[in-house]
């Protein structure tokens, strides 16, 4: 790679692999390969660590259930009971975003979330997921959502804030996600030349490399800290903006 940037540059896996469908052009790449791996390495885990549960649980069992005790105790805490049912949806994002994470340290991969259109999708579901849960449950009160506690004349100002607060959700949701992969992997890339060039450079400089292949085997470390904060940071929340639509002002 000649830029650290390069690692994020998404290309077409087959020559032939174009296909066209009403003037749009559909591509395999080398993004659409990774997140049918992410999808497909993490069903296979839950599925085989409950495929045969033991009293006394394996290793991959025990992950599972801490995953699974993890997220519902989450939802518990941001939403209250009445947001378990959301519990299929926040596990599967959380699950998804956590191994696209892990899955992007491995070198020569592809880092699924350092994508802005896919944490942007990803963070547009879960608006129209609370926009719908919110109308459903609450028909036209969830308007009631925008509608502070607050005098009558401080609402021309504070109703126009909460619904531009509400409908930039999910640029911040997305944005912080895809800029800390971008920003941590980066990094990685750049410090790694560093090392690539003082060893080739020979002599003394050999020796100085040694310290750059430290720094980046604690930013790595750090990374994998990073990986999982931000799953856990996006699944917590999606709870709580599930738990305002599930309850209104009588969250805050």
């Known amino acids: 790679m000649q830029s650290p940037m390069e690692q994020f540059s998404i290309r077409p896996l087959l020559e032939n692999g174009v296909h066209h469908f009403h003037k749009h052009d559909f591509i395999f790449t080398n993004q659409s390969l990774w997140m049918c791996i992410v999808v497909g390495v993490s069903a296979l885990f839950l599925t085989l660590a409950a495929a045969r549960p033991r009293l006394v649980p394996s290793r991959m069992q025990s ?3 801490l995953t699974y ?3 519902a105790n989450m939802i518990r805490q941001a939403a209250g009971e009445d947001g378990m049912i959301f519990f299929p949806f926040v596990f599967t994002i959380f699950v998804f975003v956590l191994f696209s994470n892990f899955f992007g340290l491995i070198p020569g991969s592809f880092t699924v979330t350092s994508q802005i259109a896919v944490t942007f999708a990803l963070a547009c579901l879960v608006i129209v997921t609370v926009i719908i849960t919110g109308f459903v449950k609450h028909g036209l009160g969830f308007l009631k959502l925008f509608v502070p506690h607050a ?3 401080l609402l021309f100002l504070l109703v ?3 619904l531009i607060s509400f409908f930039t959700r999910p640029i911040s949701l997305s944005v912080r996600l895809f800029a800390n992969m971008l920003a941590g992997h980066t990094m990685l890339k750049v410090f790694a030349s560093f090392v690539i060039a003082l060893g080739a450079a ?3 400089f050999t020796a100085i490399s040694i310290a750059p292949m430290l ?3 604690a930013i790595t470390a750090l990374e994998l800290l990073v990986a999982f904060l931000q799953a856990y940071v996006f699944a917590i929340l ?3 903006y599930l738990n305002e639509a599930l309850h209104l002002h009588d969250s805050h």
């Open 238 to 240: 999606t709870c709580i």
């Open 215 to 217: 720094l980046i085997v």
């Open 63 to 65: 992950v599972a259930e």
């Open 160 to 162: 126009p804030i909460e």
């Open 69 to 71: 005790e993890f997220v």
């Open 151 to 153: 005098p009558i004349y």
């Open 202 to 204: 020979g002599g003394i």
